[in-house]
C-alpha cells in the first residue's frame, strides 16, 4: 500500500536546526511533485516547500531562505533541512506527494515539530 512516513521532528530551541524526512513507498502513478506542509493549532494548513519531477523548488515566503526541501532517489526519501527555526515555525509537518496521473495525493501522518525561546 501506499506510504508516507514522516521522522525527524522534536523539539528545539529558536535558531536551532532539524531535518525532516519523508520515506515514500507503493505509489504507483509517477509523481509529479512533493511537498511539505505545516499545521498550527487553530490554523489552516500551510504549503511549506515544494520539489518537481524536474527538480525546481518552491517556498513560501515565510521560509525562504531558512528551508530547503531536497530530494534522494535512490531511497525514494524528500528532506526538509530547517535552519533558523523561529517559534512561528512551531507545527505538525507533513509530506505529500502527487501524482502526475489523476493530480492523486498522498499525506503522511505528520510529525511534530516544536520551537520553544
Same mark, same amino acid.
Given at each position: 500500500?501506499?506510504?508516507? *512516513?514522516? !521522522?525527524?521532528?522534536?523539539?528545539?530551541?529558536?535558531? @536551532?536546526?532539524?531535518?525532516? !524526512?519523508?520515506?515514500?513507498?507503493?505509489?504507483?502513478?509517477?509523481? %509529479?511533485?512533493?511537498?511539505?506542509? &505545516?499545521?498550527?493549532?487553530?490554523?489552516? &494548513?500551510? +504549503?511549506?516547500? #515544494?520539489?518537481? *519531477?524536474? @527538480? !525546481?523548488? %518552491?517556498?513560501?515566503?515565510? /521560509?525562504?531562505? &531558512?528551508?530547503?526541501?531536497?530530494?534522494? %532517489?535512490?531511497?525514494? #526519501?524528500?528532506? +526538509?533541512?530547517?535552519?533558523? +527555526?523561529?517559534?512561528?515555525? #512551531?507545527? *505538525?509537518?507533513?509530506? %505529500?506527494?502527487? #501524482?502526475?496521473?489523476?493530480? +492523486?495525493?498522498?499525506?503522511?501522518? @505528520?510529525?511534530?515539530?516544536? /520551537?520553544?525561546?
Amino acid at each position: 500500500q501506499v506510504q508516507l *512516513v514522516e !521522522s525527524g521532528g522534536g523539539l528545539v530551541q529558536a535558531g @536551532g536546526s532539524l531535518r525532516l !524526512s519523508c520515506a515514500t513507498s507503493g505509489i504507483i502513478f509517477s509523481i %509529479n511533485a512533493m511537498a511539505w506542509y &505545516r499545521q498550527a493549532p487553530g490554523k489552516q &494548513r500551510e +504549503l511549506v516547500a #515544494t520539489i518537481t *519531477v524536474g @527538480g !525546481s523548488t %518552491n517556498y513560501a515566503d515565510s /521560509v525562504k531562505g &531558512r528551508f530547503t526541501i531536497s530530494r534522494d %532517489n535512490a531511497k525514494s #526519501t524528500v528532506y +526538509l533541512q530547517m535552519n533558523s +527555526l523561529k517559534v512561528e515555525d #512551531t507545527a *505538525v509537518y507533513y509530506c %505529500n506527494a502527487e #501524482t502526475t496521473l489523476y493530480k +492523486l495525493r498522498y499525506w503522511g501522518q @505528520g510529525t511534530q515539530v516544536t /520551537v520553544s525561546e
